[in-house]
C-alpha cells in the first residue's frame, strides 16, 4: 500500500476514535468543526486514481498488511471449504518461525 493509501487508514483511524469520543477533552470530544473538516473523506471520484495503483495480491495485502491477514482469517472462517486455508497459513507461519529461531547462522 502506498502512501496516499496508508494516509487514508490514518484518517480513518482518528475519525473512528472521534466519533467514539476518544479524541479530546471537554464537553466536545473531539467533535470540532476544525477535526471534521480535516478528517473529512475525499469524494470518491477522487479517489478512484488511488483504487488503480493499491496492489491486490496476497503478498501485498495479507503480508505487509497485518489488518490484511486478519480479514483474510475472518473470510476463511466464513467458508467451511476455506478451513484448510487457515490450517497451511498457520502451519506456514509456525515451521517459518521454527526455522528462524533454530537455523544455525
Known sequence: MGPAGRFVL????????????????GKRK????KWKEILRFPHISQCAELGKTIERDYASICDKQPIGRLLF??????????Q?????????VCINTFYRLFSPK
Open 10 to 25: 490514518v484518517k480513518l483511524s482518528v475519525w473512528t476514535l472521534l466519533q467514539k469520543g476518544h479524541g479530546g477533552g
Open 73 to 82: 482469517r475472518l473470510y476463511c472462517e466464513t467458508k467451511p471449504s476455506l
Open 30 to 33: 473531539g467533535r470540532s468543526k
Open 84 to 92: 484448510q486455508c487457515i490450517q497451511l497459513l498457520d502451519a506456514t
